[in-house]
């Protein structure tokens, strides 16, 4: 049975690892290789962007036990940092024993921004506008004749009005549903087509047309429970909600607690090719929505003492177009998934960001976060200075042992065996 539920995976070799992921998601050989290799070849590198010399590689890492609206998923993250995987693994099999993740997403509707200045009469502006509101629509719709034969396109216009020093804007917003896209090329071309119009009809002067990333019309939710018993019991469960108040009441924790959550969701942006920036701007700008910046999860807890904890966000990820058509691993990574709308995918990311802010929590709340992050930081020092596959693992458990995590150290633990050997 198709289960991403695998005791003992971490514990596997690199490529029994990956043979089960083969099998799981069925990968071709080819596939494989790719994922082996982890290239991306340099002729689609230097069409990516501008200026290429080279290559940069990061870990490909699968998250396992996740189980998104009854259905299995294994999880491809790529990340640098140390102990995100297994926390977020970890976190997914707890909340597996209570039914695991629901989740939701919103159509996919992103907004762009047409700024105005200098409009004589604001009102007469506003009426203008919306007395032309359908034609608007339509004409954006004509830029776009495809994304409308597919259901999307233009779906509605609004205006509003900022205040500066310098004076008012009028700022009209286009909301397009983008389908699978994240759709930044085209809702900017949209707004780019129908300037002329809105600088004709308000007789003001247009700058920018340009998407907005707080996209808050394209939100995604996941929620889960973690019962007591399979997280640690009641002294657990308060600790965890200490932790989450902490950072729901002062800024200067929420960030940290916010960028936890980010390093779930962008390990797997990162892996299935999606805009990282456009995501972080967008999430943690939603957060401080209010005018305050606050917590992207909330925990409670339920009558028999049991936690839960959902998150909501603005998603504007995609399985079409961009990265995802031309990069090789980032297909791959679509294809292990088993996702092809970009609703799904923003489920699964939200499922990701709310497990990785559980496993943090519960991290803090109880030996504190340094314990598993430490190890996996010792085995990178280790690796630092020279150790071999075959001596990593000494250097780092006499480090834990001595609680002398640095790179001085490691050299020196490193020195001694292999002098040791020698004599």
Request: net charge neutral.
């Given at each position: ?58 870990p ?31 976190a ?17 509707i ?5 700024q105005?200045?200098?409009v ?15 034609k ?36 009209v ?56 018993a ?113 609703r ?80």
């Amino acid at each position: 049975m198709r289960t991403s539920r695998i005791p003992g995976f971490y514990n596997l070799p690199m490529d029994e690892r990956l043979e089960i992921v083969k099998e799981f998601a069925g990968l071709t050989d080819e596939e494989v290789e790719v994922l082996r290799e982890g290239k991306l070849p340099r002729e689609v590198a230097d069409h990516m962007i501008e200026n290429v010399i080279g290559l940069y590689s990061l870990p490909f890492a699968i998250a396992t036990n996740f189980l998104i609206n009854g259905k299995d998923y294994l999880i491809p993250m790529v990340i640098e940092e140390p102990s995100v995987v297994a926390a977020a693994s970890n976190a997914a099999k707890m909340a597996r024993d209570s039914g695991g993740f629901e989740a939701e997403a919103t159509d996919s509707i992103m907004i762009s921004q047409i700024q105005v200045v200098k409009v004589p009469d604001l009102e007469e502006a506003i009426r203008r506008i919306m007395a032309e509101k359908d034609k608007l629509i339509a004409a954006a719709n004509e830029m776009d004749p495809l994304l409308t034969r597919l259901g999307g396109g233009a779906r509605d216009l609004e205006v509003r009005v900022v205040g500066t020093e310098a004076g008012p804007m009028l700022i009209v917003h286009l909301l397009v549903d983008t389908l699978d896209a994240m759709g930044a090329n085209t809702v900017n071309t949209m707004a780019e087509g129908l300037a002329p119009t809105i600088e004709r009809l308000t007789g003001g002067k247009v700058y920018l047309r340009i998407i907005s990333n707080l996209a808050d019309r394209r939100l995604a939710r996941a929620k889960a429970k973690f019962s007591k018993a399979a997280i640690g019991g009641e002294e657990v469960v308060e600790g965890i909600m200490w932790a989450y108040r902490f950072a729901k009441y002062d800024p200067y924790r929420a960030a940290t607690h916010n960028k936890g959550i980010m390093n779930g969701i962008i390990a797997v942006a990162l892996a299935t090719g999606q805009d990282t920036r456009a995501l972080e701007a967008g999430a943690h700008s939603y957060a401080a929505r209010s005018g305050k910046y606050t917590t992207l999860t909330n925990y409670w807890v339920d009558d028999n003492g049991d936690l839960w904890g959902s998150i909501e966000l603005p998603l504007a990820v995609g399985t079409v177009g961009g990265v995802v058509r031309v990069h090789p691993i980032a297909k791959i990574a679509l294809k292990i998934l088993g996702v092809e709308r970009a609703r799904e995918l923003a489920m699964v990311m939200a499922s990701v960001g709310l497990a990785q802010n559980f496993a943090a929590l519960r991290a803090l709340a109880t030996e504190g976060i340094q314990a598993g992050h430490m190890k996996l930081h010792a085995r990178n020092i280790a690796m630092s200075v020279g150790a071999s596959p075959s001596e990593v693992d000494e250097v780092v458990e006499r480090m834990i042992r001595e609680r002398k995590i640095n790179f001085e150290r490691a050299k020196q633990i490193l020195e001694e065996m292999r002098s040791g050997k020698k004599a």
